[in-house]
């Protein structure tokens, strides 16, 4: 599975949009791309996850230029309630057949009043 | 809520001892993965389970071990403590193997002294 390299903190202030981007230069042809987002003592949870170009759903977008190298998960607006530390992941879970997902260390996003 | 449980929410062990994690997956969830979070870390993936049979594992020594059951529940058992093995324990479980999404517990936090 591929290696992430993501930003170790990032600050907002609310009403915000904020972009967070992921490397991942050895992404291999059939990986996806997910990001989870995870809340002090709670489990991670799974907030959106694409192939190529732009995905949005009702909580973020995601962004994945042509070569796939990177991508840049994008809130909009933020909220205190944002703050979290957000987890990209790259891999084939779907062949994987084994259920692993690899962490990273994340991006520790701390929204300001 | 992902509608999956834990218990219990906090343990502490002394080095040594013997412990069991509780996880109760959504229903008709027959795949249960499970991670070890270590402070400001992300999770390490230990091991999967898929109709009640091991089906992956992470670089965990045999001291780790699980089970699932058929009313969707599982543990995690851990013989021979380490004080390394302090951590975070989740468990996520998912419809079937290769899902997309897998559905996070709150986990349990394990001290060991």
């Known amino acids: 599975l591929a290696k992430t390299t993501q930003p170790i903190s990032m600050d907002s202030y609310e009403g915000q949009e904020v972009n967070i981007t992921c490397s991942h230069n050895?992404?291999?042809?059939?990986?996806?791309i997910t990001w989870y987002q995870q809340f002090p003592s709670q489990g991670p949870r799974f907030i959106i996850q694409?192939?190529?170009t732009k995905v949005t759903n009702e909580v973020a977008s995601l962004f994945i230029p042509a070569d796939r190298k990177s991508s840049t998960l994008s809130l909009p607006r933020v909220s205190l309630s944002d703050t979290a530390v957000y987890y990209c992941?790259?891999?084939?879970?779907?062949?994987?057949?084994?259920?692993?997902?690899?962490f990273g260390q994340g991006t520790t996003l701390q929204v300001k009043p | 809520e992902t509608g999956v449980t834990q218990s219990p929410t906090h343990l502490i062990k002394t080095r040594g001892q013997q412990v069991t994690l509780r996880c109760s997956s959504q229903?008709?969830?027959?795949?249960v993965s499970w991670y070890q979070q270590a402070l400001g870390q992300g999770p390490q993936f230990i091991f999967q389970?898929?109709?009640?049979?091991?089906?992956g594992r992470g670089n965990f020594p045999p001291r780790f071990s699980g089970l699932q059951f058929p009313n969707y529940s599982s543990e995690l058992n851990v013989n021979a403590l380490e004080l390394d093995d302090s951590a975070l324990y989740l468990c996520?479980?998912?419809?079937?193997?290769?899902?997309?999404?897998?559905?996070f517990g709150p986990g349990t936090r394990l001290l060991v002294l």
């Open positions: 992941l790259v891999g084939d879970i779907r062949r994987s057949n084994t259920g692993k997902l690899i």
């Open positions: 694409g192939y190529k």
């Open positions: 996520a479980s998912s419809p079937g193997l290769a899902e997309e999404t897998q559905y």
């Open positions: 229903s008709g969830h027959n795949t």
């Open positions: 050895n992404i291999a042809t059939n990986d996806y």
């Open positions: 389970y898929y109709r009640e049979e091991e089906n």
